[in-house]
């Protein structure tokens, strides 16, 4: 089946960095684009960073715009977001998620299958 480990997350000071991991299993990761999602509490779920299944390219949210970076490994079934200049603000849990192009716009591989996250606290 579908399935998503997320991994990384911590507590970190303003202004310091981490990388978050997820590893996917149960699909052809490498014809799937990735994309980073956060959940902040009390807030809905809002769209970090997108890569496509080749690497090729990424589009970010204009609040993480010149911070954090999307990549992938296909070889390792893997996504990362590499998150640096870290700001209170970022403080959620990160989810990934896989999705496929179709009809012009982009599908999730399976809505049922969100992983448990990883919780990112930025806090002094």
């Known amino acids: 089946q579908v399935q998503f480990v997320e991994s990384g997350g911590g507590l970190v000071q303003p202004g310091g960095s981490l990388r978050l991991s997820c590893a996917a299993s149960?699909?052809?990761?490498?014809?799937?684009?990735m994309r980073w999602y956060r959940q902040a509490p009390g807030k809905q779920r809002e769209l970090v960073a997108h890569?496509?299944?080749?690497?090729?390219?990424?589009n970010y949210a204009d609040s993480v715009k010149g911070r954090f970076t999307i990549s992938r490994d296909n070889a390792k079934n893997s996504v990362y977001l590499q998150m640096k200049s870290l700001k209170p603000e970022d403080t959620a849990v990160y989810y990934c998620?896989?999705?496929?192009?179709?009809?012009?716009?982009?599908?999730?591989?399976?809505?049922?299958?969100w992983g448990q996250g990883t919780q990112v606290t930025v806090s002094s």
């Open positions: 998620m896989a999705y496929y192009y179709s009809g012009g716009v982009y599908h999730p591989l399976d809505d049922t299958s």
């Open positions: 149960g699909f052809a990761f490498s014809i799937y684009a």
């Open positions: 890569i496509t299944h080749a690497g090729l390219s990424t």
